[in-house]
């Protein structure tokens, strides 16, 4: 994916990312691990995304110090699990982080967890919570298998495993109005998928957000948020945030900083001087 992960003195690479097992896909996009050491201590803003959080950590706890609702605790995680969300959690720390993120869609959630994702709208659990011993399973595991690709086998095998036939699948047209979200990167409109899918604009708003635990109009403007948070990371710097905005479908730089702003709960100037840790792109690795 153009970016040859390093790493020093004969270890593991620092990131590397792979696709899941077939029989996962649709569910999960991609796994990617992670490795940051020697840092100094802050704190790391995890922001609105198409997909659920989903977080193994690795050694140190997942220390989220500012819940996305800040009715909700603090709290530390294992293995962390957020429902979709439109603000930022603050999550602390000591400059080391090491984890396996799992790309889980929103459609994924139901298959694996018999729910639908709306359960866990701005909501952060520890997998125990949800599927009780074999999230700590998952989470042993990984403390003591080495490698990334050793790593990503297991949470092919011990994910597979939730996968219950009973388990009735979200319906055809809320997948069909999820991809379309995702593949126009946020840009396609309510009434346009109201058309596709052949519901009218209320009915799809109201099993959207039964499904999702937001309404597809929300579902958009975060979708294209996150393709201008990617390519702000991403792009030469000679490349100024009005330029993104215009590719992201946004109407000028105004729209996109007050849409950032809203989400991410800073500008786009202000996270990227404050993200204090480098963003990967990981080189993707064949299954198996």
């Not at 940051?36 to 198409?50: A, T």
Request: net charge negative; glycine share 10%; with cysteine.
């Amino acid at each position: 994916m153009g970016f040859a992960p390093s790493s020093v003195d004969g270890m593991e690479p620092t990131s590397a990312a792979r696709r899941p097992a077939p029989v996962l896909a649709g569910l999960i996009e991609q796994y990617h691990g992670y490795r940051l050491h020697g840092y100094d201590p802050g704190m790391h803003r995890g922001l609105p995304s198409r997909n659920v959080t989903f977080i193994v950590s690795i050694g140190n706890p997942i220390d989220v110090a500012a819940q996305t609702d800040p009715r909700q605790s603090p709290d530390s995680y294992r293995c962390v699990l957020s429902g979709l969300q439109a603000t930022p959690a603050l999550i602390a720390h000591d400059g080391n982080q090491e984890g396996v993120g799992i790309e889980l869609t929103p459609v994924g959630f139901r298959t694996l967890f018999a729910r639908p994702a709306r359960e866990l709208w701005n909501t952060t659990v520890e997998l125990d919570d949800l599927v009780g011993r074999i999230g700590s399973e998952l989470w042993e595991r990984l403390q003591v298998t080495p490698t990334w690709a050793a790593r990503f086998e297991v949470c092919d095998e011990v994910l597979t495993r939730l996968l219950r036939p009973e388990v009735p699948e979200v319906a055809d047209e809320l997948a069909h109005a999820w991809e379309l979200l995702v593949g126009s990167g946020g840009t396609t409109t309510v009434g346009e998928i109201s058309a596709s899918t052949g519901w009218s604009r209320q009915h799809l708003t109201r099993r959207f957000t039964d499904e999702f635990g937001l309404g597809p109009k929300l579902a958009g403007r975060i979708v294209r948020f996150e393709r201008a948070r990617h390519m702000l990371q991403s792009v030469p710097t000679h490349v100024s945030i009005a330029q993104v905005a215009a590719v992201c479908g946004f109407y000028d730089q105004a729209h996109l900083t007050n849409e950032f702003t809203e989400l991410a709960g800073c500008t786009p100037a202000q996270w990227l001087r404050s993200e204090e840790l480098p963003s990967f792109q990981y080189e993707e690795m064949s299954p198996g």
